[in-house]
């Protein structure tokens, strides 16, 4: 995904993003997620953390597989307005239970967050997001390019 330097940054060091997903007839859901960024694709964990369903019932995860179609959220928000910013970046979502890159991303989840260390991450699902496109906006500049 090509992007400003400073845009790449801040999805690799941020902690916390924002997850939209729809149904396939459009009712919308945003949710905070952990996440890691590798370069190309971002990750999120369904952890250990209490929930009222199984991991593959979860809303989120059941819009992902009818409809793969999703935006996440990067922002730091302050009181001095010169320091705002933001990074939106469409992509399309999937859902990994085993292999490789199941592995990759739990091993990249757990140098992030030292409490993923403790889960069971390696028998929870992944959420894969490969981005199409980014929008990434700070009071400094403003970018717009497809990935």
């Not at 941020?14 to 890691?36: D, E, F, M």
């Not at 929008?135 to 717009?144: E, G, L, N």
Request: aromatic content about 8%; proline content about 5%.
């Amino acid at each position: 995904m090509r992007m400003e330097d400073w845009a790449r940054e801040f999805l690799l060091e941020s902690r916390l993003a924002h997850l939209a997903t729809s149904t396939k007839n459009g009712k919308p859901q945003v949710i905070p997620i952990c996440y890691v960024y590798d370069g190309d694709s971002l990750y999120s964990s369904i952890d250990e953390k209490p929930k009222r369903r199984s991991p593959t019932q979860l809303q989120r995860v059941l819009n992902i597989v009818e409809n793969p179609s999703v935006s996440l959220v990067v922002d730091r928000y302050e009181e001095d307005w010169s320091k705002l910013k933001y990074v939106l970046v469409r992509g399309s979502a999937e859902i990994v239970h085993t292999g490789e890159e199941h592995e990759h991303a739990v091993q990249l989840l757990r140098e992030k967050y030292a409490q993923y260390r403790q889960m069971k991450l390696e028998e929870r699902p992944v959420i894969r997001i490969r981005p199409i496109s980014v929008f990434a906006w700070s009071t400094i500049i403003v970018k717009s390019r497809p990935a």
